[in-house]
T-cell receptor, first 112, second 114 residues
Framework: GDSVTQMEGPVTLSEEAFLTINCTYTATGYPSLFWYVQYPGEGLQLLLKATKADDKGSNKGFEATYRKETTSFHLEKGSVQVSDSAVYFCALGSGSARQLTFGSGTQLTVLP | NAGVTQTPKFRILKIGQSMTLQCTQDMNHNYMYWYRQDPGMGLKLIYYSVGAGITDKGEVPNGYNVSRSTTEDFPLRLELAAPSQTSVYFC?????????????FGPGTRLTVT
């Protein structure tokens, strides 16, 4: 079945550092790919998405490119802020209802 | 627009008790989903629905039941609560396939079974 493998955390960075969180996937067909963010005590919010190969999703300075040849969707940000501290989930959408399969999440802490 | 709302926010159940987790969305979305999130883990799909009267099992359906009598509501029923069902439960909704794949999540229900 479909699966998502996400970089293990936790990740601790200083403010303005460069962020990469790795995400690879296994799927049949042509899934959509997503990054969701979860702040403490809250539900998940969509951060960015890509629906086909070579698409780049971007939002709030975060970017990820759908790479079919390497089955990857790595999340990057050039300069993180303290307010970016959260748990980040990579997910793929597939099936008749575009059900989501999630990675295990990466806890990011950004220190001032 | 309230989006996706869930009640209750927190609940403690004794083993063998039953309860219904409520989920309502006001975005007129056809698709709705229930996920559970165990500590340190990603979310796993319990059940989903593509419209009123239509439901289907996800990855971890055992111990749960759902119904979808209206577009807005998608309640999740636990019949005989077990400690393994201690988790945070999230409801989500989305537009039909081909109209935007992203799912919108509720704030979650934290359930403890003791």
């Amino acid at each position: 079945g479909d699966s998502v493998t996400q970089m293990e955390g936790p990740v601790t960075l200083s403010e303005e550092a460069f962020l990469t969180i790795n995400c690879t996937y296994t799927a049949t067909g042509y899934p959509s790919l997503f990054w969701y963010v979860q702040y403490p005590g809250e539900g998940l919010q969509l951060l960015l998405k890509a629906t086909k190969a070579d698409d780049k999703g971007s939002n709030k300075g975060f970017e990820a490119t759908y790479r079919k040849e390497t089955t990857s969707f790595h999340l990057e940000k050039g300069s993180v802020q303290v307010s970016d501290s959260a748990v980040y989930f990579c997910a793929l959408g597939s099936g008749s209802a575009r059900q989501l399969t999630f990675g295990s999440g990466t806890q990011l802490t950004v220190l001032p | 627009n309230a989006g996706v709302t869930q009640t209750p926010k927190f609940r403690i159940l004794k083993i063998g008790q039953s309860m219904t987790l409520q989920c309502t969305q006001d975005m007129n979305h056809n698709y709705m989903y229930w996920y559970r999130q165990d500590p340190g883990m990603g979310l796993k799909l319990i059940y989903y629905s593509v419209g009123a009267g239509i439901t289907d099992k996800g990855e971890v359906p055992n111990g749960y039941n759902v119904s979808r009598s209206t577009t807005e509501d998608f309640p999740l029923r636990l019949e005989l609560a077990a400690p393994s069902q201690t988790s945070v439960y999230f409801c989500a909704s989305s537009r039909p396939r081909g109209q935007g794949d992203e799912q919108y999540f509720g704030p979650g229900t934290r359930l403890t079974v003791t």
